[in-house]
């Protein structure tokens, strides 16, 4: 079974923090995606890596960075934190095998910007 | 950017009864997909239909898809207490990408 551990199911913190999601993934999955859920928006795409190193922005990358040294570990970067990116995020691996582009989702991790 | 959009934004039903759930979409896909997600959890992959596929099947989940109207739609039949979730229909454009809507949420009563 695919396995993707968000590092922290809850987190506090507080406004012009410094915060770092951490995502670890165990399929070898080429492709890793961070997402933010709010209700009524769905998800949107903060950013996708399709490779080491490799980064592309999605929707809504303004306010985050992203990190990725090794192949299983994508990390989310809130360089300020800021009380309107109090949300659930949620990380997510996968890859491209013929027409399927099928995306395996950690448990997420709600965090709280006081 | 938000292609699909599901309908109804919420759904109850008696345990037993059918679930029916509709997903629209904007530009031309690869395929289309259903995800499940419980209450403050992750997503997890149903079931997936290819753009050249009108209907497909996974135990009690019928998935069809009609590319000239842009939708799809997802049954749950015979539905049970556990099938009391969020879902939602995900688009993939072929750009490593997917392009989730805002999700129905679905409650069954037991």
């Known amino acids: 079974d695919v396995k993707v551990t968000q590092s922290s199911r809850y987190l506090v913190k507080r406004t012009g923090e410094k915060v770092f999601l951490e995502c670890v993934q165990d399929?070898?999955?080429?492709?890793m995606f961070w997402y933010r859920q709010d209700p009524g928006l769905g998800l949107r795409l903060i950013y996708f890596?399709?490779?080491?190193?490799?980064?592309e922005k999605g929707d809504i990358p303004e306010g985050y960075s992203v990190s990725r040294e090794k192949k299983e570990r994508f990390s989310l970067i809130l360089e300020s934190a800021s009380t309107n990116q109090t949300s659930m995020y949620l990380c997510?691996?996968?890859?491209?095998?013929?027409?399927?582009?099928?995306?395996?989702f950690g448990a997420g991790t709600r965090l709280s910007v006081l | 950017s938000q292609q699909g959009e599901e309908d109804p934004q919420a759904l109850s039903i008696q345990e037993g009864e059918n679930a029916t759930m509709n997903c629209s979409y904007k530009?031309?896909?690869?395929?289309l997909q259903w995800y499940r997600q419980n209450s403050g959890r992750g997503l997890v992959h149903l079931i997936l239909?290819?753009?050249?596929?009108r209907e497909k099947h996974s135990g009690r989940l019928r998935v069809t898809l009609d590319t000239s109207k842009k939708s799809s739609s997802l049954l749950i039949t015979a539905s049970r207490a556990a099938d009391t979730a969020s879902y939602f229909c995900?688009?993939?454009?072929?750009?490593?990408?997917?392009?989730f809507g805002a999700g129905t949420t679905v409650t069954v009563r037991a």
């Open positions: 995900a688009t993939d454009a072929r750009d490593y990408k997917l392009s």
């Open positions: 239909i290819r753009s050249n596929e």
């Open positions: 890596s399709y490779d080491v190193k490799m980064k």
């Open positions: 997510a691996s996968g890859e491209i095998q013929g027409a399927k582009n099928i995306q395996y």
């Open positions: 399929m070898d999955h080429e492709n």
């Open positions: 530009t031309s896909i690869n395929n």
